[in-house]
């Protein structure tokens, strides 16, 4: 039967199918379980293609960001991605495959493409290209896409290999070793987990109101949002970044006793460029449609972000 299906998937997916399939125990596979493995592959090959789309006029010798430079987000992402690659080498010491496959697909679709990369695309699509807020990004991400394709390899060889054609400098990702990541930040690593957890209950609400045709997409809402004073200390530090991070046009933070989150549509104008909805839209009447920070973003100083 396998033999039967790779001529219809290719060898890749088979492989795929090997190294998510526990050997330890009987093997399954039939129409149905390579359905899944062919969604895995897609979301891990997808976000490996959104990768190297957003390094392609980065050069490392000349663009790389320090770290202690780097925005905050962008470190908390260096270290979730040294602290997966911990557990991943660990998997692999012993053999175990099915783990590092689970794993790889969890961190595509829940770190990078509903968190980092979604909150990401603001900043490498709007601010200036050579600004220390998009190279900040390109930094983080030539790394991940580094250390990814090293995690790839052993079981999707022929994806990491055709990637490392255009991405690497060396004849063969065969030729490499593991990426040497920073050790995990474990402060932040904590901040930024209670973070996206706060995120996730605005993002229910957002929803809510998205479900009532209230709202199209989250720019549009605006989110007044009521925590405990730890929580609130831990949002508040991020300043005017915040909005980045949830990815709504205004957030309106306060201290309470309890979490309370209150969602309305935004009644500010629409920007072309950056779609956020700001009262600022239209301010240079050279440029009508484009809101303040994206006219300084294209014809001024551009705008400072520090944390997202």
Not at 60 to 83: F, G, H, N, T, W
Not at 172 to 191: G, H, R
């Amino acid at each position: 039967a396998p033999q039967e299906v790779s001529g219809k998937l290719g060898a890749e997916i088979i492989r795929l199918w090997c190294a998510s399939t526990d050997y330890s125990g009987d093997l399954a596979i039939d129409d149905k379980i390579l359905a899944r493995v062919v969604d895995a592959y897609r979301r891990i090959r997808n976000t490996l293609r959104f990768l190297l789309a957003n390094v392609s006029d980065f050069d490392p010798a000349k663009d790389a960001v320090p770290l202690a430079q780097m925005l905050e987000i962008d470190r908390y992402a260096l270290s979730r991605a040294a602290q997966l690659q911990a557990d991943i080498l660990a998997h692999y010491e012993v053999y175990e495959f099915h783990p590092v496959v689970s794993k790889l697909q969890i961190y595509c679709s829940e770190d990078l493409g509903s968190f980092y990369l979604d909150i990401l695309k603001d900043r490498l699509y709007t601010t200036a290209p050579k600004s220390l807020a998009r190279r900040s990004a390109q930094t983080a991400l030539h790394q991940i896409t580094h250390a990814m394709l090293r995690w790839m390899a052993p079981f999707l060889s022929f994806t990491a290999e055709e990637a490392w054609k255009v991405f690497g400098s060396s004849e063969s990702i065969f030729m490499e070793t593991y990426a040497d990541l920073a050790a995990p930040d474990e402060a932040l690593l904590a901040k930024w987990t209670r973070i996206r957890e706060l995120r996730d209950a605005v993002n229910k609400d957002i929803e809510a109101l998205r479900a009532d045709g209230k709202v199209g997409s989250s720019l549009q809402a605006k989110v007044t949002l009521e925590v405990a004073p730890d929580d609130h200390a831990l949002l508040a530090s991020l300043g005017d970044d915040l909005k980045f991070v949830f990815i709504t046009s205004a957030i309106d933070l306060i201290a309470g006793s309890a979490q309370s989150i209150s969602t309305e549509a935004s009644s500010a104008v629409k920007c072309e460029r950056c779609w956020h909805y700001r009262d600022d839209v239209g301010h240079d009447a050279a440029h009508p449609t484009i809101c303040g920070r994206c006219t300084s973003n294209l014809f001024g100083a551009g705008e400072e972000r520090k944390y997202a």
